[in-house]
C-alpha cells in the first residue's frame, strides 16, 4: 500500500499589507478557517499570523486534490 501526505503552506495577506489583522479579528478569521477545515476533514498542522498575513500549514487526505 502507497504512502500520501501532501503538505501545503499558504500565505494569506490582506490587501496593501494594510495592518487590518487585529488579535480580535484575527482570531475569528483563524477560528473560522479551523472550522471550515474541521469540516472538510483537512489536518491543520501550524495556523498564525500577524497583522497583515496568515500563514497555515495543512495536510491532504490521498482523496483529496489540491
Known amino acids: 500500500m502507497s504512502h500520501v501526505k501532501v503538505m501545503i503552506h499558504a500565505v494569506?495577506?490582506?490587501k496593501n499589507?494594510?495592518?487590518f489583522l487585529t488579535k480580535e479579528i484575527r482570531s475569528l478569521v483563524i477560528d473560522h478557517i479551523r472550522?471550515?477545515?474541521r469540516?472538510?476533514?483537512i489536518f491543520i498542522d501550524r495556523l498564525n499570523g500577524h497583522t497583515e498575513h496568515l500563514h497555515c500549514l495543512f495536510g491532504l487526505n490521498?482523496?483529496?486534490t489540491l
Do not use: E, L, S, V
Open 35 to 37: 472550522q471550515n477545515a
Open 62 to 64: 490521498a482523496d483529496m
Open 17 to 19: 499589507r494594510t495592518h
Open 12 to 14: 494569506w495577506g490582506t
Open 39 to 41: 469540516d472538510k476533514q
